[in-house]
């Protein structure tokens, strides 16, 4: 079992006790740590919208559908990966949920490997989503200089180049190369350049 599987919150949002009963029972024999909620604004309610994890959640709902909390999830820029478990759904809208970004769209009953198997699949993408915003975060903080000298450093150069190419003291260049590191929460420029690298396409 991956280690995201134990550390990462798994959601339920179900109007139906004994489908919310269930799935916890279910999901905690695959060591989820799991959470249910019976409909969709107690959810967010109760919810860091910040937080990596994963719910599931059912299309016909109360208050709120299903899809209805995806797009809210969506438009908050959530990490959070969405699974579909539904007993009223069709192609339509599983086409429409997996172009929102869901990750899988059961149909009920659903076997509790195939579940699990997705579940892992949504953590992993919600990990992946939160260092991508973090890392975005990080970029949007920085001033235009800061963004000059990373953009030198991730190119191979070295502080007194970067001092010339800017017309700035080397020892500047070296406060700003400090400032990068810390904001990126990288220890060298190697692993600086790393995450840049990683995150570069969603990113910037």
Do not use: W
């Not at 209805?68 to 429409?96: C, F, R, W």
């Not at 406060?175 to 990126?184: C, D, E, G, N, P």
């Amino acid at each position: 079992m991956l280690n995201l599987a134990k550390t990462l919150a798994v959601y339920v949002v179900d109007d139906d006790k004994s489908v919310r009963d269930s799935l916890a029972f279910m999901l905690e024999e695959y060591e989820f740590n799991v959470t249910t909620f019976e409909d969709g604004p107690q959810f967010l309610d109760a919810l860091d919208l910040t937080q990596p994890g994963c719910v599931i959640l059912d299309c016909r709902m109360p208050k709120l559908r299903g899809q209805q909390v995806h797009q809210l999830l969506n438009e908050a820029k959530s990490p959070l990966a969405v699974i579909y478990l539904t007993g009223h759904g069709d192609v339509p809208m599983a086409v429409d949920a997996l172009q929102a970004g869901a990750v899988h769209f059961f149909q009920k009953p659903v076997r509790g490997s195939d579940l699990a198997l997705a579940l892992e699949q949504g953590l992993i993408q919600s990990a992946e989503k939160m260092n991508t915003l973090v890392v975005n975060a990080a970029y949007d903080s920085l001033t235009l200089r800061e963004k000059d000298i990373l953009r030198l450093l991730i190119a191979g150069k070295r502080n007194l180049r970067i001092a010339d190419e800017l017309c700035i003291a080397m020892r500047t260049v070296e406060v700003h190369r400090a400032t990068l590191l810390k904001k990126f929460s990288a220890k060298t420029v190697a692993e600086l350049a790393y995450i840049y690298g990683h995150c570069h396409e969603s990113a910037f």
